[in-house]
């Protein structure tokens, strides 16, 4: 498991989907995730301190997780399947640890209001983290030398993984890891 920052949030200017950029903490490597306008949004008005005058829906999910004795620990992005990211929010109460399935959109957008840290599984990383070339922007996707059973990635899924790998290769990069939203 890897502890991850929020780089970036960016728009694809092939399909103008947003997509969110988390970064290792401890090295150089991304991991880019599809999210929707409304929880980019969201992410977007947390990291940059905006004030709304009503809460969100992602506050007001806080609230109510506070108000009913439990709190946010932190956010895992814990599986990447058929295209399809994964996530949990995992909460405790008392001592008592509690696990929430979630979209990623949604669970980062939770995550930035209870400032909890959000780590990616190591098989998450493996399959879609992608490094970026220093010197033309480009994203470097790492070929993996291991068998489909070590990376437990069937053949339809590295048929699918290809589409996705294209996308990231097709993004502009050139200042990943420079901003900091």
């Known amino acids: 498991m890897f502890e991850m920052d929020i780089d970036s949030i960016r ?3 092939v399909n103008y989907q947003r997509v969110l950029i988390l970064k290792e903490k401890e090295t150089e490597r991304f991991l880019p995730i599809w999210i929707g306008p409304a929880e980019a ?3 977007a008005i947390r990291l940059q301190d905006v004030s709304v005058g009503r809460p969100m829906t992602h506050d007001l999910l806080v609230k109510i997780i506070e108000d009913s004795g ?3 620990s932190a ?3 814990s599986d990447l399947s058929n295209d399809t990211f994964f996530a949990k929010i995992v909460l405790e109460r008392d001592s008592e640890k509690i696990d929430i399935d979630s979209r990623p959109s949604d669970a980062i957008a939770i995550a930035v ?3 909890v840290p959000i780590y990616v599984a190591d098989s ?3 399959k879609a983290g992608v490094y970026i070339d220093e010197s033309t922007g480009d994203a470097i996707v790492p070929a993996h030398e291991s068998t489909e059973e070590e990376l437990d990635v069937s053949e339809e899924e590295l048929k699918s ?3 996705f790998r294209d996308f990231v290769e097709e993004l502009n990069l050139d ?3 420079t901003e900091s939203n």
Do not use: H, P, Q
């Open 75 to 77: 956010v895992l992005i």
């Open 161 to 163: 993984l290809s589409a």
């Open 11 to 13: 728009v694809s200017l």
């Open 124 to 126: 998450v990383l493996d």
């Open 70 to 72: 439990a709190r946010v």
């Open 41 to 43: 949004e969201s992410i």
């Open 175 to 177: 200042n990943l890891g």
């Open 113 to 115: 209001r209870a400032r």
